[in-house]
Nanobody, 127 residues
Framework: QVQLVESGGGLVQAGASLRLSCAAS????????MAWFRQAPGKEREFVSA????????DYADSVKGRFTISRDNAKNTVYLQMNSQKPEDTAVYYC????????????????????WGQGTQVTVSS
């Protein structure tokens, strides 16, 4: 069993930066693919970014490419999402997710590939 706890959300102005963190429990964190999804009010949850267990491969939604960066520190059991040049449309609850299976390519964006989910952290970007 893996527990995920997100932190780092908040209220920022457009153009500002935030870094989200997701701390995971469990001894096998380093073997999990990790991802960030988000859900805005009245909208479905959508893929933001993902990273393989080694960090060698990452993926991003087109809407955040060039502005967000995902990374992980397996020694700290933590995955990060650095969000720069934020826009009001980035406002959402951000969820961390983990998969104990091999996830690659187009599978990164499929929420059904992930076995564990955090409770989410609110990010609000004002214009």
């Amino acid at each position: 069993q893996v527990q995920l706890v997100e932190s780092g959300g908040g209220l920022v102005q457009a153009g500002a930066s935030l870094r989200l963190s997701c701390a995971a429990s469990g001894r096998t964190f380093s073997s999990y693919a990790m991802a960030w999804f988000r859900q805005a009010p009245g909208k479905e949850r959508e893929f933001v970014s993902a990273i393989t267990w080694s960090g060698a491969s990452t993926d991003y939604a087109d809407s955040v490419k060039g502005r967000f960066t995902i990374s992980r520190d397996n020694a700290k059991n933590t995955v990060y999402l650095q969000m720069n040049s934020q826009k009001p449309e980035d406002t959402a609850v951000y969820y961390c997710a983990a998969s104990h299976r091999s996830v690659r390519g187009a599978e990164f964006s499929e929420s059904r590939r992930y076995d564990y989910w955090g409770q989410g952290t609110q990010v609000t970007v004002s214009s």
